[in-house]
């Protein structure tokens, strides 16, 4: 069976809102702020249902890619832990994805 991961973006000023879908059924979402050449994410949420399955790493790399398209040099924001992850979890994710963990913040230069 495929499944087809879309992300949906809305923007209204410098404000940015991605919803993750796969098919119909919402799967996620993540928000944030343009600030020059930088993307700072406010939130990067995956439905607990649905985490470990490959989907999280595939939106980062989609919403990458978006950023890109509007000459965002740099991705970052605060790097908290929800639900039942825990804060190494985390670390292993965003480090797993080109992330840099530096005092409480993930960044990663995009190329």
Do not use: C, P, W
Not at 17 to 44: C, L, P, Q, S
């Amino acid at each position: 069976m495929i499944f087809i991961l879309v992300i949906k973006k809305e923007t209204e000023g410098n404000n940015i809102k991605f919803d993750f879908f796969v098919g119909d059924r919402n799967i996620g979402y993540a928000d944030g702020m343009i600030k020059g050449d930088t993307f700072e994410f406010h939130y990067i949420y995956i439905y607990e249902e649905v985490r470990k399955l490959g989907y999280g790493s595939a939106v980062l790399k989609l919403m990458e890619e978006e950023l890109k398209l509007l000459n965002i040099k740099i991705a970052n924001g605060d790097f908290i832990a929800e639900d039942d992850q825990t804060q190494k979890q985390l670390h292993d994710f965003y480090i797993k994805n080109g992330y840099a963990i530096v005092d409480g913040v993930i960044i990663k230069q995009l190329s």
